[in-house]
């Protein structure tokens, strides 16, 4: 072998005076495929390591021990105010009537801002975070296809999004029937249902909820991958919420209102009677989907175009 050949293989001697030809392993050549032997997309960025990830975070501890401790603050303000006001025919009014009751207020109270913020939180900080640590390139780099980190981040806050709206309802379900108890639930408009009854509806109720809050999810994962800056996305996406909210409000616009994003937020209030009439949570949930498709679609546009630089 002349000194200028690159040699390709290691040749031991044997006792024998035979020569053996030993490979050498040939790290980061490309298989048929033109990925690199021992590459899988499929193993990068697994679910359970982002979503441990997102746990260790302060942001995630404390939005979750918020909604744990909110309904404890609100049975504090109901006990420590004065019941002059008690009586109506309002979610407020009614709160103290039974456990259900208070559960369906809590609810009622934090569906219009604070689980919009929630949900805008765990979806607008998915991308945006990582741009503003400036790590986002070096997870493309690792390889992660941009598609799955989109796919597995959103995955990871949607998981995060339903358990901080379970975590609500259920610790305000818990702390009201321990309180008042485990009485029928009374709608506003005086109809009583049964604990188990209303049970069921309050469960209906909080996946409606959930449903409906995913146009906030698509608008907030849309804002996180044009920004580097995580406030921006959240707090664009809770501006447009309330933006909607105020909008809403306009009579005047007639049916127009219809075509709103927020404008079915509560209609799970008709959940709360003994004849159902699910066409207004049905056109919700479609209105909800459609525009969470939307901007969903226009996330992975946006994310698969976009020079990352950060």
């Known amino acids: ?9 290691t040749e031991v001697a044997l006792p024998e005076k035979e020569t053996a030809l030993v490979r050498a392993p040939q790290l980061g050549v490309p298989n048929g495929d033109g990925a690199v032997e021992g590459y899988s997309a499929k ?5 359970r390591v982002e979503l441990a990830r997102q746990l260790r975070r302060v942001r995630t501890r404390l939005t979750l021990a918020f909604l744990v401790l909110l309904p404890l603050l609100l049975l504090a303000a109901f006990e420590l105010g004065e019941d002059d006001s008690r009586g109506g025919r309002t979610f407020a009014d009614m709160a103290t009537a039974s456990g259900l009751n208070f559960a369906v ?3 009622f109270a ?6 919009v913020v929630v949900v805008a939180l765990f979806f607008g900080d998915t991308v945006a975070s990582e741009a ?12 992660v296809p941009r598609i799955r980190l989109l796919r597995q981040k959103a995955k990871v806050a949607a998981l995060l999004s339903v358990l901080g709206i379970v975590l609500l309802v259920g610790v305000a379900l818990a702390v009201g029937v321990f309180w008042f108890g485990t009485g029928d639930l009374i709608s506003t408009t005086g109809e009583a249902l049964t604990f188990p ?9 909080t996946l409606y909820v959930a449903i409906h809050l995913s ?9 996180s991958v044009n920004t580097d800056a995580p406030l921006g996305a959240v707090g664009g996406a809770v501006l447009i919420s309330i933006l909607s909210e105020i909008i809403d409000q306009i009579s005047a616009l007639g049916d127009l209102r219809n075509y709103l994003p927020t404008h079915f937020s509560t209609a799970y209030s008709d959940l709360l009677s003994e004849d159902v009439d699910p066409s207004s949570m049905i ?14 679609t226009l996330a992975i546009w946006r994310f698969n175009r976009k020079d990352i630089t950060s």
């Open 1 to 9: 072998m002349s000194d200028d050949e690159t040699p390709t293989s």
């Open 43 to 47: 193993r990068t960025l697994p679910m």
């Open 105 to 107: 207020f809590t609810l």
């Open 110 to 115: 934090s569906t219009g801002f604070l689980l």
């Open 132 to 143: 503003s640590w400036s790590s986002l390139k070096y997870l493309l780099a690792a390889p």
């Open 197 to 205: 009854r209303g049970v069921l509806s309050l469960g209906a109720a």
């Open 215 to 223: 146009w906030i999810a698509g608008l907030a994962l849309f804002l």
């Open 283 to 296: 056109t919700g949930c479609f209105s909800a989907l459609a525009y969470a498709a939307v901007f969903t």
